[in-house]
């Protein structure tokens, strides 16, 4: 059974900094592109960060700079190492991977498994 399962989140100040992850089971996280997405209240979900097969990274333009996702394909484990925190990262965060040849944000909406999310509070 493929599942994705986040955690790390929780709330810190602003200038503040979290860690999440996201442990895949079911298949081989190396495999595909995998990707963090982030949901705030009253907001579509939005692409922050994805990392390919071979570990080539793209980011949102909001997060470049403070935001680093990796992987541990040992651990079959996903990380977003998340600095210098404001409040508008607040949001439900995502972990999804996605089995389409190109790794791109949008190839996730319409081939992406998604997990239940963990939620960051950012308090200014």
């Known amino acids: 059974q493929v599942q994705l399962e986040e955690s790390g989140g929780g709330s810190v100040q602003a200038g503040g900094s979290l860690r999440l992850s996201c442990v895949a089971s079911g298949y081989t996280a190396s495999r595909t592109c995998m990707g963090w997405f982030r949901q705030a209240p009253g907001k579509e979900r939005e692409g922050v960060a994805v990392i390919d097969r071979d570990g080539t990274t793209s980011y949102a333009d909001s997060v470049k700079g403070r935001f680093t996702t990796s992987k541990d394909n040992a651990k079959n484990t996903l990380y977003l190492q998340m600095n210098s925190l404001k409040p508008e990262d607040t949001a439900m965060y995502y972990c999804?991977?996605?089995?389409?040849?190109?790794?791109?944000?949008?190839?996730?909406?319409?081939?992406?498994?998604w997990g239940q999310g963990t939620q960051v509070t950012v308090s200014s």
């Open positions: 999804a991977r996605s089995w389409t040849a190109n790794c791109r944000v949008r190839d996730f909406w319409s081939n992406g498994f």
